[in-house]
Structure formats: C-alpha cells, structure tokens
C-alpha cells in the first residue's frame, strides 16, 4: 500500500518548500521534487495545497466517566471527527477514581480506547496518593510508554490532587523522567465560592464563571510553578484561559524555568458573554472548566501564542448533550463540565492565526503539532514530514470554507460552540499511516485502526533541572565546599 503526494508546499515548523512526499508501509519514505515512484502508488493531487504533518491534539476526554455522567464522544466517533478536521493523533487522559490503582484504570482506558481510528497515547491522573500511586507511575513510565502525570488542582471532592498529593507526585516525576500537567484552578476557592454563589440563589449558568475567577487560576498556575522550580521538575500548564496564568507562565519563563503552557481555540475566540444567555441550554452548553473569559484576556492569549510563551492549543475536547448539562438545572455547579472542538481546532485557528497574519504556516504547524510532538517525546515520528516519520499528514486547502455548524460536523454531540463561524482553510485530505481517511468531505475512518503510542521517558532536560533546582535549595548551599 503506497501513496505519494503530488505538487505541494511541505510545510513543517521550521520551513515550507515545494515536494512530492511518497509514503509506504504507513511511514513516509522519501521527500523531494518531481519523485519516481513505483508504478501503482495512488495519487493524491495537492497542487495549490499545503501538505502538513496532521494534528496533534494532545488533550481530549473521549468517553470520560465525569460528574455523574459519561462524555457522549467515544473512541471512535472522536477520533473519526478529528480526522475530518486534520488531526491525526490525540492524547487522552487516564483518569483514576480516588483510591483506584492507577493500573487498573489504564487497564480500562486502554480496552475503551481500542476502537480509536486515529492513533493515541495516554497521560495519567494522579487523583490520590499511597505506595501503589509511587509504583503504578514507575511501571507506567518504564513499560507502558507513559511520559506525563496530571493533577487537577479543582474538582474538590472529586479528583482534585491537593498540595502534597502534587509534591509528591511531582517529585516521583522528577526520578522518573516523566512532565507533570497542571489543571490550574484553585479547587477550594471554587468550592467556597460555589456555595457562596448558591447561598445567594444564583444558580444558572451565570454563576459558573463568578465561581471561577481568573485569580483562582492565576494562583493555581503560580502554585503548581512554585512547586516546580523548587522540585526541580519541568510543569506543563493544560488549557491556559486568562492573563493571570499566562502572566505567571511567562514571569516562569523570563526566570529560566521551563514551564510550558496550553491554549484552546474556545479561550481565545469565545467570551463570558455566553453564560449570561438567558437560554439555559445555550448557555450550559458552554460550561468548562476554566471558563471562556471576558474578551480583555483573548488578546492576551493571542500575544502568548505569538510570543512563544504558550507552546500548544489542544481542544479539551469532552462532550455533553443537552440532557446531559441540563443535570445542572437548578444548580449550576452540577452542569457536567466540558465542550468540544476536536474537528474544528486545526480550521478554526487557521482562519483567526494564519489567515489574520498572526501566524506563519511554519508557526501554524509548530502550535498544532510539532510543539507537542516534541514536549510529549513523540517527535519527529509525528509532528514532521520527513523520512522514517509516521505518514499522519494533511493536505491542506487554503482556499476551501465553511460555516461551522453542530448540523453538520462529525462529532458527537448535539452543539458546537464555533456555531456559526466562517472557516477558510481546511483539510481536503486526511491521511494516517499512509492511508487516506478524509478524502473531499467523505470519511473513510476506519474503527480500530489507531494504535496505542508510548512515549519514553526524558531524562536529559530533567538532570540540568534538577541541578538548577538544588543549586538554589539552602540545603544546597550549606554543603557547597569551602
Ligand atoms: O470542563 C472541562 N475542562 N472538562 C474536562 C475536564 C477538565 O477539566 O479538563
Ligand atoms: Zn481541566
Ligand atoms: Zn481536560
């Protein structure tokens, strides 16, 4: 089965130039100009076209077991829709119940995950903490190719890691090689102010983002830098949604530290407004955590992105319905939280990054793929055209549009929150392991193609931290010679 990819523009996170790019046995096996291939490889036509590693969305929650309910995208269905958008591998999240072996869990979400149709890997929550939390993360890190650990810092009650569930975790990350991930609101300030909120009848909708303030995020984000400079650990800051976060991403980076941090389409299109909708059902549908922001913070995020202080957009992708969300009816706090997005991440950001000049291809590429690629220890199999790399690609049509709409996009769910949204820029092509899944508005996702991806531990970046780490700790100092 091969493939080759006529007349396009390669564009990867370092540089654009005109190849054919031939692929074989699902990986791409050679790139350059005017290629001989052997007779009988299918042709895709992508004159006037970009061709594109496809994206990588390295944080979704397909069929994820949340607040008394169970996400509507599953394995499948998710995986097809990011096809039709681009995106060819995703990174999901093992989530244990408290006191749950974490093995048993990735157990779990391995068998959920067999039907996926584009590849996949897994981060794991650390949601408790005990021995077997400390010896699950080993056997995680060192034979099932898990490199990175989340903490949610909200949820109270739920599966939120508190102070010393992080420095331990943290630390055990450290010895391991393996990239702690933060969810960075503070939980007991949400808490606290969810009751608050309800004591004073506000139950709608539009006291999910009154609960949520940017400071309980900005501190949250600020905690968990802390815990990492001191550790001596890298931190990487999922779905990033205000200035106060990113001010402390960034007073990170300026100090040296290496902290990277997230953004999704929604937190840099969609604002608070939402949520004052006096249609429950419009505005539940909008529910997340953290939630969109006043329109102040958008700009702010855009600069990140820009700037480089924010490295990755992912989609957070992590649908309910609208039977689901209206369990919060009386209660806005019982509003299972999550949107969607995984089909549109790569267009949307298109049309309002590269089409607005905010973005080079190149830069386009590196937010949608590569950076992940290479923060994840994916790369260059995915997030790169080159040789020997998987042959996850997308040819890319500058030209083509569409309106947005829950009536016609792939995923599975009953709303979207691009509702609307002219896009221009889309995939005409969709290939992944060297064979075509999206081909012009026909989707030929194939249920249980995706493979499970490991992803080996670091260890160089995490010795040079550490060292900084310890080199400013006082113990440090007292037993510095002379
Ligand atoms: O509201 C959200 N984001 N739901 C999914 C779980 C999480 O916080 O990432
Ligand atoms: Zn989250
Ligand atoms: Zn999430």
Known sequence: MSLIIRGGTVVNADRQFRADVYCADGVIKAVGE?????????????GGQYVMPGGIDPHTHMQLPFMGTVASEDFYSGTAAAMAGGTTTI?????????????????QWREWAEKSASDYSFHVAITWWDQSVHDDMGTLVREEGVNSFKHFMAYKGAIMADDEIMYQSFRRALTLGAMPTVHAENGELVFQL????????????????????????????????????????????????CKD??????????AGLRVYGEVLPGHLLVDDRVYRNPDFTFAAAHVMSPPFRAKSHQEALWQG????????????HCCFCAEQKAAGCDDFSKIPNGCGGVEDRMAVLW???????????EEFVAITSANAARIFNLYPRKGSISVGADADIVVWDPNASKTISAKTHRQQVDFNIFEGMQVRGLPSHTIS???????????????????????PAYTSAFAALEKIAAARTP??????PG
């Not at 006191?99 to 157990?107: E, G, T, V």
């Not at 992105?305 to 957070?316: E, I």
Request: glycine share 8%; net charge positive.
């Open 34 to 46: 005017n290629l001989d291939v052997p007779a009988g490889a299918q042709v895709v036509d992508a």
């Open 91 to 107: 990174i999901d999240f093992v989530i244990p119940a408290p006191k749950q072996r974490l093995m048993d869990a990735y157990r």
């Open 194 to 241: 969810q009751r608050k909120l309800l004591a004073e009848c506000i139950t709608g909708p539009e006291g999910h983002p009154l609960s949520r303030p940017p400071a309980a995020e900005g501190e949250a984000a600020n905690r968990a830098i802390r815990f990492a400079e001191v550790i001596g650990v890298p931190l990487y800051i999922v779905h990033v949604s």
């Open 245 to 254: 976060a990113l001010d402390e991403i960034i007073r990170a980076r300026n």
């Open 305 to 316: 992105l820009q700037a480089g202080h924010l490295q990755t957009t992912a989609t957070d």
């Open 351 to 361: 049309t309002h990054g590269v089409n607005t000049g905010r973005l080079t291809p």
């Open 433 to 455: 392991q060297g064979k075509l899944t999206w081909v012009q508005g026909e989707l030929r996702a194939e249920r249980g193609a995706g493979r499970y991806l490991k992803r």
């Open 475 to 480: 113990t440090a100092v007292a037993r510095r």
